[in-house]
């Protein structure tokens, strides 16, 4: 299950989504998830899949690694659909049992729930694994660089997401390294009920809450030595600037966009 978090990792490459401008793929995604909260029918979750394919199909990862990302949250998604299978109301009735009450409105919502969850995290997934986290942080601080206006610590903000995603994998496995060595010293995670389960977790996220705080420690104390003091006459090694192939990407998205919203109001 560890394994298949892929939140926060990274790949390199040569690709033409690697290639896109950072500010333009988070503007992009922006894009992207208030689209997926305007789609009203499978015709616009259609688009959205096609847009979807070509992004993946043009950073020359496979389908296969980035589906991995829903299997963490696939629990969630579960329970999403179900929740709103009995609980959201309708008029069409499909199937009447007790207290439960199955209609077609409260099927479709539950399904188009679930397809929001799932194509939301498809997204960010594939944002992160084709971003780089110092490119990732300098795109936020541009994109967040008007707020400085109302004494809004962008860069600090900014650096603190980007640490934070960076973190992830690390943490992801040093969880793996400590359940190995309680699993080698005769933990079990694996059995009992839910209260048994949760008390065998504590003996794993003692050291997990400790290595974390370490870890935090050892990179402000290497950021210190480095004359790290914020955002205040730094400087950078690459400029970002736009070309040819952010020009297609908004046009692409500007296009999906387009037959999104038409899909809701037409």
Not at 37 to 47: R, T
Not at 221 to 241: D, N, P, Q
Request: glycine content about 6%; some cysteine; proline content about 3%.
């Amino acid at each position: 299950m560890l394994g298949d978090i892929t939140l926060g990792q990274f790949f390199p490459g040569n690709s033409v989504v690697h290639r896109v401008d950072p500010r333009v793929k988070l503007l992009l995604t922006l894009c992207y998830i208030v689209a997926i909260f305007l789609i009203q029918g499978f015709a616009g979750y259609a688009v959205l899949l096609a847009f979807l394919a070509l992004c993946t199909l043009l950073s020359g990862l496979k389908a296969s690694f980035l589906l991995k990302s829903v299997k963490p949250i696939l629990f969630i998604v579960v329970f999403t659909f179900v929740l709103n299978l009995f609980f959201v109301r309708g008029d069409t009735y499909l199937f009447s049992w007790w207290i439960f009450r199955l209609t077609l409105e409260s099927l479709m919502y539950a399904v188009f729930m679930s397809l929001r969850l799932v194509f939301l995290i498809l997204g960010t997934s594939l944002l992160t694994l084709t971003t780089s986290p110092i490119a990732l942080t300098d795109a936020l601080e541009r994109v967040l660089k008007p707020l400085k206006a109302v004494r809004f610590p962008v860069h600090e903000m900014s650096m603190m997401m980007t640490i934070a995603l960076r973190f992830i994998p690390t943490l992801l496995e040093e969880t793996d390294k400590i359940m190995k060595a309680q699993s080698a010293r005769g933990a079990d995670f694996d059995t009992g009920n839910l209260l048994q389960r949760a008390k065998s977790m504590v003996p794993l996220l003692v050291p997990l809450f400790i290595s974390a705080f370490r870890r935090a420690d050892e990179l402000a104390v290497a950021m210190e030595s480095r004359c790290y003091h914020g955002g205040a006459g730094r400087t950078r090694m690459k400029i970002l600037k736009m070309g040819r192939i952010d020009v297609y990407a908004i046009l692409l998205m500007a296009l999906v966009l387009g037959l999104v919203i038409a899909e809701r109001f037409l």
